[in-house]
């Protein structure tokens, strides 16, 4: 269907469009207007992705722009391509060749490399390293005189192709572009990497915009006349500041000495062997050339760490430019750095404190530290390194001093002989951990005119511009229009015997809590059909409890109703467990998914339909209080923002509440049950920060419940989606049609 919103041709390509998708258009188009940013919070299943490409897409008809669109996972790329692929086919139908465009999708070698020799590689630094190890500049150029060394055919062919390597129109997956690339015998990921320039649609991961050690090389092309949507983007603030924050533990000393040892034999065996160009780097270096000049392709390595504004554009100090005096440097820097972690009490100070001791003790100033990230590249360039993933370690270090040296606030050094959790384990970790997320997103505020952040869960809304430091033109939450009450949201504060719940400290391991959270689950496996997903706080609590129900026996009941998967922190072992889950609900024997809150299940894992009929949420998820480094960014928070602390802890708490039980619900013709199983649910200042949508579905009289009492209810809500159903909503309208919008418009048209 086509409507207008204003003065722009909105192409959909469906034949109904939901009243919240409508207004969700009508409040992206009024930001793109502004040339501002905008928070957006819509109900999960409601057809978010497909609501903002039309919008974008269309209005970039008439007005050129680029859309950037960030996702979390490789996963939900493809999905937002696949959506796009369909949209495209229906703007072309509609009119024709002057809808084309390009669209593709961008992620690392490992995802788009089709050399099978690199490919095979057991992860992503090795798959990095081994493709520098085929498409260096000066492997390819010793490869001309000795037929002998390996290249790679698809990265040649695509060198060779020149100007004539582009992607033709179209909507291109990551399996697109490997099989474009298999066809031309291009190689894909290089391909990509050129083309995103010229697409009018990118798709790629948060990293390639936040994190500046990728964005310096993917993004900085990029026009100012683009939106960018980060989708999904309730856990922003953390990808902001992990993109910020390094740790050094034993193994990275070890390692980077390692590196200092190898650099400095590659270092003897040029001076013997190629004096000169030591000689050239270190003219380039007095000369103050940016090392980041026009590389080949293949060199690019990491940007700086630190944000492009930040970066000093000036010459490298006098006493690093020769390479045996930076290794000397780097040396005493890491000799420093293994003496901090040897030490038996926790400690904690600001980059100041840290830059100055540094300096006192090892004789390494705040200008050398900053520099060190960049002159280790042009190093690494000059010895012509290809085995990039054995000099991670190296990496890290020059990656900690270019921050510490750079940021004066928002950073703590923190270090920690030992996790508290397992205090008989030495484990010491040096930390430099960032506690301002607006660090990292200001140069991507500044640089693009509209950037959207939306999710299924913003809430509490107003809580986001204070945290990323910005000033959005539209903020707003939608709420669900639902033709029947899928949705069944419960607070469960007592089991059966009256005594309360709870996953606080003091409350957690009482045998009475476990014992009622077991009889809560073994009540409901024999209530609820098909699939029941639990999430626990921690692996840990997960662990205790599965191991309590296993003794009492409650464990074997519930097994002989309905089959039980656990998550663990093995990415394999999860997938595997997933894919019998979806086996056992498919044949109805039925299944029980235990999974963890904040864990990589309840950030991207879908359970529609019968995969999640129940979703239980035993406990409260906060963050580990008791943690040094959640402690230092509470009271910068307080200190910079006025946020206070348990505002901040219960904000991050319900959203993660709210991100697990909305995995059941992902569409308007699925049903699902949610059962928050705290008493600590029943008070407003912590139910309150639940998105609206699932607030506007509990009612008063499911707020303060026992296990019989939810079991009674579980089953009247069942029988009640057992029923047939008006899908188009008999009066109520939650599905509109093009005559409908028209309608709409016309009313508007008349009213003005």
Request: glycine residues 6%.
């Amino acid at each position: 269907m086509k409507f207008q919103i204003e003065d722009i041709t909105v192409y959909f390509p469906y034949d109904h469009i939901y009243p919240e998708q409508h207004a969700y258009m009508i409040d992206l188009k009024r930001a793109l207007d502004a040339k501002g940013h905008c928070l957006l919070e819509m109900p999960t299943g409601t057809g978010k992705t497909i609501a903002l490409l039309s919008l974008i897409t269309s209005y970039s008809l008439s007005k050129p722009l680029k859309l950037i669109y960030c996702t979390r996972t490789v996963h939900e790329m493809e999905k937002t391509l696949a959506e796009l692929k369909l949209l495209h086919k229906y703007q072309i139908e509609c009119i024709g060749p002057a809808a084309k465009m390009l669209a593709l999708g961008l992620s690392s070698r490992k995802n788009l490399c089709v050399n099978p020799v690199v490919v095979d590689k057991e992860n992503r630094d090795s798959v990095d390293a081994g493709c520098r190890k085929l498409t260096a500049s000066w492997v390819r150029a010793l490869a001309v005189e000795d037929r002998s060394v390996q290249t790679c055919d698809w990265f040649e062919k695509y060198e060779r192709a020149g100007s004539d390597a582009v992607l033709p129109p179209g909507v291109y997956t990551l399996q697109d572009l490997r099989a474009f690339g298999k066809e031309k015998g291009w190689c894909p990921y290089f391909l990509a990497r050129h083309m995103v320039q010229f697409a009018n649609v990118v798709v790629y991961s948060y990293q390639y915009l936040l994190d500046p050690k990728v964005a310096g090389i993917i993004s900085k092309e990029m026009q100012r006349e683009s939106v960018v949507v980060f989708d999904e983007a309730h856990n922003i603030d953390n990808v902001c500041i992990e993109a910020l924050s390094v740790s050094v533990r034993k193994q990275t000393i070890e390692g980077a000495t390692r590196n200092i040892n190898k650099m400095a034999q590659e270092i003897n065996r040029f001076k013997a062997t190629d004096a000169g160009r030591l000689r050239a780097e270190y003219n380039r270096l007095v000369d103050g050339l940016a090392q980041r000049g026009d590389l080949p392709t293949g060199d690019t390595w990491l940007a700086n760490p630190a944000l492009p504004d930040d970066i000093l554009k000036e010459a490298v100090p006098g006493n690093i430019r020769r390479a045996e005096h930076f290794l000397s440097v780097l040396r005493r820097l890491v000799q420093y750095l293994k003496g901090r972690l040897d030490t038996d009490i926790v400690e904690k100070e600001g980059p100041l404190t840290f830059v100055n001791a540094v300096n006192s003790h090892v004789g390494i100033d705040q200008k050398m530290l900053k520099f060190c990230y960049d002159r280790l590249h042009s190093l690494m360039l000059t010895l012509e390194i290809t085995d990039t993933d054995e000099f991670l370690h190296i990496q890290t270090i020059c990656d900690f001093a270019t921050l510490v040296g750079t940021y004066t606030r928002g950073f703590s050094i923190i270090i920690e002989p030992y996790d508290e959790r397992m205090p008989h384990i030495p484990d010491p970790v040096l930390q430099l951990s960032c506690h301002d997320a607006s660090l990292a997103i200001k140069p991507v505020f500044d640089r693009f005119q509209s950037v959207v952040i939306t999710s299924g869960t913003l809430s509490p809304i107003d809580l986001y511009p204070r945290l990323l430091n910005f000033n959005p033109v539209v903020s707003r939450s939608f709420t669900m229009s639902l033709t029947r009450d899928c949705i069944c949201p419960m607070v469960l504060s007592r089991g059966s015997d009256q005594l309360p719940v709870s996953t606080k400290f003091d409350l957690r391991s009482d045998p009475g809590v476990e014992r009622n959270y077991g009889r809560l689950l073994l009540e409901m496996v024999s209530v609820v059909p098909d699939g029941i997903v639990c999430f626990f706080v921690s692996y840990s609590y997960m662990d205790a409890i599965v191991n309590s129900w296993n003794e009492t026996g409650i464990l074997k009941d519930i097994m002989q109703r309905k089959l039980v998967f656990i998550e663990t922190q093995d990415v394999v072992e999860t997938t595997l467990a997933l894919d019998n889950y979806r086996k056992a609900c498919d044949c109805g024997r039925g299944a029980v998914f235990f999974s963890v809150a904040r864990g990589k299940v309840a950030e991207g894992i879908d359970f529609d339909r019968h995969y999640g009929r129940l979703v239980i949420m035993f406990g409260v998820p906060f963050q580990y209080t008791l943690s040094k480094i959640l402690l230092a960014r509470l009271e910068y928070l307080r200190e910079t923002f006025q946020i206070k602390e348990g505002d901040f802890l219960t904000f991050d708490a319900l959203r993660q509440a709210a991100q697990c039980v909305g995995r059941v619900i992902r569409s308007k013709a699925d049903y699902g049950m949610m059962i928050f199983a705290d008493k600590r649910y029943t008070r407003h200042d912590k139910r309150s920060k639940l998105p609206g949508w699932i607030l506007s579905h509990l009612r008063d009289a499911h707020l303060n419940l026992s296990t019989d009492m939810a079991v009674h209810i579980a089953r009247e809500f069942l029988r009640k989606m057992a029923q047939p159903y008006d899908k188009t909503g008999g009066g109520k309208k939650t599905l509109l049609s093009q005559e409908d919008l028209e309608k709409m418009n016309g009313v508007e048209g008349m009213m003005f």
